[in-house]
């Protein structure tokens, strides 16, 4: 199973950020990682609505692990 991209997944949807998250727990699950720490409302906390805000905050802050 293939990490997923962001950048593969519509950008200024709320859909397209939903999308990741699902696909990310099921590549963590898939990786015997802890899927539960991964949940839409820890982006939204962030203030990461779409996969554009968390390719922004990507650029803008570095040091997070928001999407690891």
């Known amino acids: 199973m293939l990490k997923p991209i962001a950048e593969d997944y519509p950008l200024n949807s709320s859909k397209g950020l939903k999308d990741y998250v699902t696909d990310m727990k099921a590549y963590d699950t898939h990786m015997g990682r802890n899927s539960n720490k991964r949940n839409i409302h820890n982006y939204k906390e962030m203030g ?7 390719l922004d905050h990507r650029v803008n802050n570095p040091w997070s692990r928001v999407d690891l």
Do not use: F, N, P, S
Request: no cysteine; net charge negative.
């Open 48 to 54: 990461i609505y779409t996969v554009q805000d968390l």
